[in-house]
């Protein structure tokens, strides 16, 4: 028998994928959030609920109970926004490092002239920890924290894949290939991509080995530049490399 789907009226799923229990309303509430931080702007409960695909009056409750916790704002009009309680719980995540990444994130945004961010494994997708974007940068990419993309497209994949040795991989991610542009990062320190997660976008990253956590990555992305990626990949190997010691 495969696993339980149904939900009793308390929102509790009786089991999940892996027969461990689930609860549907927590699982609505924070892919409400999700939706919300992938917004341009405010959304109205309608929005939302379609988003959801639940009733109006499921999403009012889901909505109000994040906003009684300032995870959700809603606005004059009515519109809802991700809630400044949103900031106070990021800055816990990985808090050493984004303490030790941001000074290497701004230094990096300024000698390249491109946005600069750091990038986790949540061993589905890579996800934007933390960005800086160059000063006086019009026309620069913008990378939001909390933005997220397949883990198997883009240099910050390739260069968090690059940190594990290939047997190390086929054991903590079976059935996911080693790629051989990952292979090529680990001889020279750096991953480049283009055209992977937007086209005409290239981005060069490098991995960040993290004491007791998964390896993340540093990397920069741009429409074209000047500079060669030797260059721009040395860069940001050379920040990697600094972040990496301070966080010993």
Known sequence: MGPVSEVNSSGVAATGAKGAPQSQTLSRGIRALEILADSSGGMSIAEVAAALGVHRSIAYR???????????????????TIGLGMASLARGVARNL?????????????S???????????????????????????????????????????????????????????????GEPYR???????????????????????SVGAAVRVPGQLPAALAVVYLSSDLSTERIGAEVARSAGIIERSLR
Not at 62 to 80: F, K, S, Y
Not at 139 to 167: K, N
């Open 180 to 202: 051989v542009e990952s292979r090529q990062a680990a001889r020279c320190g750096y991953a480049l991509s283009h055209d992977e997660v937007i086209p005409g976008v290239s």
């Open 98 to 110: 984004q303490s030790a990444a941001l000074p290497e994130l701004t230094a990096l945004a300024t």
């Open 62 to 80: 889901i909505l109000r109970t994040l906003e009684d916790h300032a995870l959700v704002q809603r606005d004059p009009a009515g519109n809802v």
């Open 112 to 174: 390249l002239q491109m946005t600069a961010f750091i990038a986790v494994w949540d061993r589905r997708e890579c996800v934007t920890l933390v960005a800086v974007e160059p000063p006086h940068g019009e026309g620069t990419l913008v990378q939001r924290p909390g933005s997220r993309h397949s883990f198997s497209a883009g240099a910050p994949g390739i260069a968090i894949q690059s940190a594990f040795g290939e047997d190390e991989w086929a054991r903590l991610a079976p």
